[in-house]
């Protein structure tokens, strides 16, 4: 029998969608896992140079992570924060934990420089010595009591754990020249961070081991017949993130990159839907990673009502994938075309995640592709005949109803972005973050008009920015989201949860329509345990 041509891309109409992008789940592809296989691979080396913690869980560690060309650093401050000085917002100014990624192994002037300018985040600076500046919380409701319990010479009780899955959670891991650290140009030419958000990975993942030891460490200061963390115990364990409305923006600042972020995943999927057999071992993985998912869906837990209904869905997707009998004859794209019709887009996304999982000899490669040199996107072509722009508008963007709703803007305070009802007070201050909206002006300016693009900005110069976002998408067709970011039934955390998928997070739980916790490393290897095991060998990319 002559075997049939490879299934194509599903298209970006579909794709790009809010209420499925909301749907995602972190995949093989997700950036902490490609940290951890690269780690693995190249038997990178790790060790903890200095830790001098007090009593009271002040002071100072550094973790180094020593790879085949350079070493990473990540400098840690521990500090003594009063339950009522403890935020997650961005106008905190203390915090329990703060760190940077140092480029290289620190001097002693170094780590005193640091010393000075890393507690105070925004208000420090650092230099391009350091890749990330990042601060940390301690969980209130486990902290003491992981404490207590080892002081005690016991385990702290393991449903309390998996309650919360993290002792500390990150409020920001600012990289790319934010502050004053490295430029994104300046190392993505390195081998190991040529992927996207390398340095800000090996950030938390450092971090993580960090805040291990300094539970550890407070626990044995108080008594001399302190426990440890049980391996189990410590593995389960991640590291928590609170992010709020400042990065859904991301994703339409950066429409080249999420062009490659998507094009990589939907490829993935192409790829295995286009296999023509299951072997015995992959379907049994297959098996196994569906097993997992369903662990961990029923472990999942939130109180915000949409995300309840999405693991309601979620649990139930799941049993009915469980019990789908893979046919002989390409399988994939068989339990994928039934999973399009019998599956909510929770569950349709999971089987996304649970198909690339036995097949990362197939996809593995495809992160190769996902940076992006978004500059060489940001010509205009003058030339372009207006007739041709018309119909790339016609294609990627529909009409939205009604007059916007929202209006996206920049804080005077902390500038960052904020999402405000339209109207006059407003306007003057709107962001180019509702690419839909300016692509309809632009549209409506386009009636009548012909000749080429760039007689028609000498015109209407306002509309520079909605010509490029259309030629981008002509050439990038993940570009952009496909939908009226200004609606009135907006959600941003649909955005966050896409934007985080891409990094590996996993249990997702929205606060309100605009900020979300999750967990990052859950289940993952420590160090230690990278140079003993795989860096597959855990449920990291399993919803």
Not at 132 to 157: E, F, I, K, M, Y
Not at 170 to 184: I, M, P
Not at 388 to 405: F, T, V, W
Request: proline share 6%; net charge neutral.
């Amino acid at each position: 029998m002559t075997a049939r041509g490879p299934i194509a891309l599903r298209p970006p109409e579909l794709v790009m969608q809010l209420n499925r992008m909301g749907a995602f789940h972190p995949t093989r592809l997700s950036f902490l896992r490609v940290l951890l296989r690269r780690m693995k691979r190249d038997a990178w080396r790790f060790d903890r140079p200095v830790f001098e913690i007090a009593a009271d869980g002040t002071g100072c560690a550094v973790y180094g992570a020593h790879g085949p060309a350079r070493s990473y650093s990540l400098v840690c401050f521990a500090h003594d924060l009063p339950d009522e000085a403890r935020s997650d917002r961005v106008i905190a100014t203390r915090w329990d934990a703060t760190f940077a990624l140092f480029d290289g192994v620190p001097s002693p002037d170094d780590l005193a420089r640091l010393h000075r300018n890393v507690p105070l985040q925004e208000a420090g600076r650092v230099t391009a010595s350091e890749l990330t500046l990042s601060r940390a919380n301690r969980s209130v409701r486990l902290w003491d009591h992981v404490v207590g319990a080892l002081a005690d010479g016991r385990q702290p009780d393991q449903a309390r754990l998996a309650e919360v899955g993290y002792l500390m959670r990150t409020t920001a891991v600012y990289g790319s020249g934010k502050f004053g650290a490295a430029d994104r140009l300046g190392i993505a030419d390195r081998a190991e961070m040529a992927a996207p958000f390398q340095a800000e990975m090996l950030t938390v993942w450092l971090i993580r081991t960090f805040v291990t030891d300094l539970v550890e460490a407070m626990a044995a200061h108080r008594s001399p017949k302190a426990a440890r963390l049980a391996p189990d115990l410590r593995r389960s364990l991640g590291i928590g993130n609170s992010t709020g409305l400042g990065m859904a923006p991301f994703l339409m600042n950066h429409p080249v990159l999420l062009n490659n972020w998507m094009s990589a995943r939907e490829a993935a999927l192409a790829r295995v839907r286009s296999q023509e057999k299951a072997t015995p071992a992959v379907a049994a993985a297959f098996a196994d990673a569906v097993a997992m998912a369903r662990d961990n869906a029923m472990a999942w837990r939130s109180a915000h009502p949409v995300q309840m209904r999405k693991l309601a869905d979620l649990r139930a997707d799941l049993d009915k994938v469980a019990g789908f009998d893979l046919p002989d004859s390409r399988p994939w794209d068989a339990i994928w075309r039934w999973g399009e019709a019998a599956l909510s887009f929770e569950g349709q996304e999971a089987l996304l995640s649970l198909l690339m999982e036995p097949h990362g000899d197939l996809v593995d490669d495809l992160i190769e592709g996902m940076s992006a040199d978004e500059e060489a996107a940001f010509a205009i072509n003058g030339r372009m005949d207006l007739a041709r722009l018309k119909g790339i508008l016609d294609a990627a963007y529909a009409s939205a109803e009604g007059p916007a709703a929202r209006i996206w803007y920049i804080s005077a305070d902390k500038l960052e972005p904020r999402l405000g009802a339209a109207g006059p007070d407003l306007a003057p201050y709107a962001q180019p973050w509702a690419p839909l909206r300016d692509a309809m002006a632009l549209r409506r300016d386009l009636e009548g008009r012909s000749g080429r693009v760039s007689e028609f900005l000498l015109d209407h110069p306002e509309h520079r920015h909605a010509v490029r976002r259309a030629q981008i998408v002509d050439r990038y067709p993940y570009a952009e989201i496909r939908g009226d970011t200004a609606s009135a039934d907006l959600l941003p955390i649909d955005m966050l949860r896409a934007k985080l998928s891409f990094f590996g997070a996993s249990r997702f739980d929205p606060r309100s329509d605009r900020w979300v916790r999750i967990n990052l490393f859950q289940g993952a290897p420590y160090p230690e345990d990278l140079a003993m095991g795989s860096a597959e060998e855990w449920a990291g990319g399993v919803p």
